[in-house]
């Protein structure tokens, strides 16, 4: 089968390998229809952080790995253990594999896994390809009105929504949300499915500020605006319940979001970020502000966006902005965002179709 893998910085082949089988009573094997292009995707495909001699524990596989973890298709075949999937139906991939036996896994923070790996990443196959063979466990059934589409949405959904769940929240709460980028407009529709009703959204790219306009949010260009003063006036001054960093972007702009937090405030932050950053603890220390990571998600997180979805709380049709094939993977998909692409889309998905 075709499948596109990292031989080293900057250079992904699309390969001819084996298709993968159905070896354990407990596998599913599935046609890939749709895998989304991960911001990750782009950080692995420049840079090739892991030799190909390395085995990750989950897999035990040397590489070059196939690249893609956002991934929906359809069931072609289930181990004689698997029960409640039938061929054809149209499946998801979860594709963070926890070994369930580390003293984060026994707390129930599989997401933090201290062997964590990803299907797409680490081996096992992944989402730039035609099939791949996984533990049912890391499958999920999606119903109406599910496209395979949507379905390779929910992988950095879920992301989103762990992050959301980071902070209790009113609707009334006024919330800021950093970067309109995947995981930003991810955070916005999840708060909107979690029935938030005020979000002000700063980012400088227009497109990016148009789309989540048209998901209800207050826009802000933050090269124009003083992002820490607009956000107290827009929260009658009393400051913003929680602000999510989906940015990354270093320098004041961590700052700005303490400073735009009221008392008591959340500061989450889901983004990895490229330089450091200078915050001033007193804001943390003399107004009970807090700041929190948050990475990937558990199953639990999938099941909720596919809820959403399902009863019609979450619609994410919005964020795919272009779909292309899997031969025009490097191309269209991960040298166009580093480029040009960047300002101009959301989600790229790859597809078994044609361009488009
Ligand atoms: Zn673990």
Known sequence: MKA???????????????????????QVKI??????????????????????????????ESGPHVLGHEMAGRVVLAGRAVTGLAAGDLVA???????????TCRRGETNLCEQRGFVGINGGGGGFSEYVVVPVEQVHR?????????????????TSWHTVDAVPL??????????????????LLCLRARGTTRVLVSEPSA???????????EVIDPRETDLARHARAWSERRGVAAAFDCAGAGGEVIGSELRALRPGGHLVVPAEFHARVEIDPTELARHGKRILGSSAY??????????????GRLDPTGMITSTIALEDTVAAGLEHLLGAGRD?????????????
Do not use: M, N, Q
Request: proline share 9%.
């Open 4 to 26: 596109i893998r990292i031989h080293g910085p900057r250079d992904a082949r699309l390969d001819e390998i084996e298709e993968p089988v159905v070896t354990g009573d407990d």
């Open 31 to 60: 046609r890939i229809e749709s895998a989304g292009v991960c911001g990750s995707d782009l950080w692995l495909y420049e840079t090739a952080p892991v030799p190909d001699h390395y085995r990750h524990p989950a897999f035990g």
């Open 93 to 103: 991939v979860r594709p963070l594999v926890a070994d369930g036996t580390c003293a």
């Open 142 to 158: 999606l119903p109406a009105p599910f496209t395979a589409a949507t379905g390779s949405l929910v992988e950095p959904l879920a």
């Open 170 to 187: 009113t609707p009334e709460d006024p919330v800021l949300v950093v970067g309109a980028g995947p995981i930003g407009i991810g955070v």
């Open 207 to 217: 497109l990016r500020r148009g789309l989540a306009a048209r998901w209800g949010a």
């Open 298 to 311: 558990r199953r639990e997180d999938f099941d909720a966006v596919i809820r959403a979805v399902a009863d």
């Open 344 to 356: 101009t889309d959301i989600k790229v998905l790859v597809t078994a179709g044609t361009s488009s």
